[in-house]
């Protein structure tokens, strides 16, 4: 196997699959990338059988072609320190033994079988559809702060995605929630798509946010029962599903919340995170002391100190209640407008909370002791 790639592509390639491979891995072959310069491409793969990503790089120049599996953490290393825009030549010289040069710089790398890497099946398009990037990345990112670390709980380990129907339209509708707040958002789809409702595990929403970062187009998403797959161009990425039903949710949103509270974003958002800065401790709740259009928020911990701002907004009523300020600033962090509306009932009750320029998204969040 002989071929020439351009140093950022195949840089830009080995950092996504720097992501899906464990840095630990009990089995020497899943440390290292499958690398096959064939059909006038290099594909690149990588996996934690979990998790399956692969992309395609045709700006190549293959002189004979090949395959092998080397370390990715290695190689990437060494890519990554070449000059941008550099070639860089390969030549699998033995069955064990790749040697890369660019410049005046060469190496020579460890390599295991292509045979010994597993194999996955990635040409499946069972319910297949397609979704504008954007709308899938901020489906993800309005709901994946709420995804749960409780590892005993492992149905709350991902975001349930699923089909919703109001209005006579159809939407795919994004939930997360670890017990104490949650985050719904929903995209418009076609009628005649076909979707089973699925939760996708952490790992593989950071990998596809990374991913959709950095793309602009079309994503084609095709899901089995156990496992889904999303085509962005010449990049696939596969994944094992989250096996558990999820929670009813629709019964822990709050259906009788009157007590409408407005707030601008910035300045909320910037006061929370100053006054909660008094407090290390995680579990003291920021308290909202609330009367007619004044709001006080305070902070009091017996061991740092104590802290408190004041903010103008747009509320009629009394009204004492505690909230996590990780979990406030969280929700503020990812609106995209200029106003926070909280929707609220009693000291104890949970909070609704809306976004005025985006109707497709709420959160929920439960209230603690101040």
Same mark, same amino acid.
Request: hydrophobic share 35%; aromatic share 8%; proline share 3%.
């Given at each position: 196997?002989?071929?020439?790639?351009?140093?950022?592509?195949?840089?830009?390639?080995?950092?996504? %699959?720097?992501?899906?491979i464990? +840095?630990?891995?009990?089995? !020497?072959?899943?440390? $290292?990338?499958?690398?096959?310069?064939?059909?006038? =491409?290099?594909?690149? *793969?990588?996996?934690?059988?979990?998790?399956?990503f692969?992309? @395609?790089?045709?700006?190549?120049e293959?002189?004979?072609?090949?395959?092998?599996?080397?370390?990715?953490?290695i190689?990437?290393?060494?890519?990554?320190?070449?000059?941008?825009?550099?070639?860089? @030549?390969?030549?699998?010289?033995?069955? $064990?033994?790749? &040697?890369?040069?660019?410049?005046?710089?060469?190496?020579?790398?460890?390599?295991?079988?292509?045979?010994?890497?597993?194999i996955?099946e990635?040409?499946f398009?069972?319910?297949?559809?397609?979704? $504008?990037?954007? =709308?899938?990345?901020?489906?993800l &990112?309005k %709901?994946?702060?709420?995804?749960? &670390? #409780?590892?005993?709980?492992?149905?709350?380990?991902?975001?349930?995605?699923?089909? *919703?129907?109001?209005?006579?339209?159809?939407?795919?509708t994004?939930?997360?929630t670890?017990?104490?707040?949650?985050?719904?958002s929903?995209t418009?789809?076609?009628?005649?798509?076909?979707?089973? !409702?699925i939760?996708?595990?952490?790992?593989?929403?950071?990998?596809? %946010?990374s991913?959709? #970062? #950095?793309?602009?187009?079309?994503?084609?998403? /095709?899901n089995? +029962?156990? =496992?889904?797959?999303?085509?962005?161009?010449?990049?696939?990425?596969m994944?094992k599903?989250?096996?558990?039903?999820?929670? &009813?949710?629709?019964?822990v949103? !709050?259906?009788?919340?009157?007590?409408?509270?407005e707030?601008?974003?910035?300045p909320?958002? *910037?006061?929370?995170?100053?006054?909660?800065?008094? /407090?290390?401790?995680k579990?003291?709740?920021?308290?909202?002391?609330?009367? =007619?259009? @004044?709001?006080?928020i305070?902070?009091?911990n017996s061991?740092?100190?104590?802290?408190?701002? *004041?903010?103008?907004?747009?509320?009629?009523?009394?009204?004492?209640?505690?909230?996590?300020?990780?979990?406030?600033? #969280?929700?503020?962090?990812?609106?995209?407008?200029?106003?926070?509306?909280?929707?609220?009932?009693?000291?104890?009750?949970?909070a609704?909370?809306?976004?005025?320029?985006?109707?497709?998204?709420?959160?929920?969040?439960?209230?603690?002791?101040?």
């Amino acid at each position: 196997m002989k071929f020439s790639v351009n140093q950022k592509d195949l840089q830009n390639s080995l950092n996504y %699959c720097q992501g899906v491979i464990e +840095k630990r891995s009990t089995l !020497p072959i899943l440390s $290292n990338v499958l690398v096959e310069a064939k059909d006038k =491409k290099l594909k690149i *793969t990588a996996t934690d059988l979990d998790i399956v990503f692969i992309q @395609n790089i045709s700006n190549i120049e293959i002189l004979e072609e090949g395959e092998t599996t080397t370390s990715c953490s290695i190689m990437y290393d060494i890519v990554r320190k070449f000059n941008n825009e550099k070639k860089i @030549n390969f030549n699998l010289v033995s069955e $064990n033994k790749i &040697n890369l040069e660019s410049d005046k710089s060469s190496f020579n790398l460890n390599c295991l079988k292509a045979s010994e890497f597993p194999i996955t099946e990635e040409n499946f398009k069972e319910n297949e559809f397609s979704l $504008n990037s954007k =709308k899938l990345l901020k489906l993800l &990112n309005k %709901c994946k702060f709420s995804v749960s &670390n #409780d590892e005993t709980r492992h149905y709350l380990s991902g975001i349930f995605l699923h089909l *919703t129907d109001s209005e006579e339209k159809k939407f795919l509708t994004a939930v997360a929630t670890d017990s104490h707040r949650m985050a719904i958002s929903k995209t418009l789809v076609s009628d005649d798509i076909m979707f089973e !409702p699925i939760i996708l595990p952490k790992k593989t929403i950071h990998q596809l %946010c990374s991913l959709l #970062d #950095d793309y602009d187009g079309d994503v084609k998403i /095709s899901n089995l +029962k156990s =496992k889904i797959k999303f085509e962005l161009d010449d990049t696939i990425l596969m994944s094992k599903l989250i096996d558990g039903k999820f929670p &009813n949710y629709f019964q822990v949103i !709050p259906k009788d919340n009157q007590k409408k509270l407005e707030i601008d974003l910035n300045p909320f958002l *910037t006061s929370v995170d100053r006054v909660a800065s008094v /407090s290390l401790d995680k579990k003291d709740g920021l308290r909202m002391n609330l009367q =007619k259009n @004044n709001l006080n928020i305070s902070v009091n911990n017996s061991n740092s100190g104590d802290g408190k701002e *004041t903010l103008s907004v747009k509320f009629d009523h009394d009204l004492d209640i505690s909230f996590n300020p990780r979990y406030l600033i #969280d929700v503020a962090s990812s609106m995209d407008g200029n106003k926070i509306e909280f929707y609220l009932k009693e000291t104890g009750s949970p909070a609704l909370i809306k976004d005025p320029s985006d109707f497709d998204s709420i959160y929920v969040i439960m209230p603690m002791k101040g």
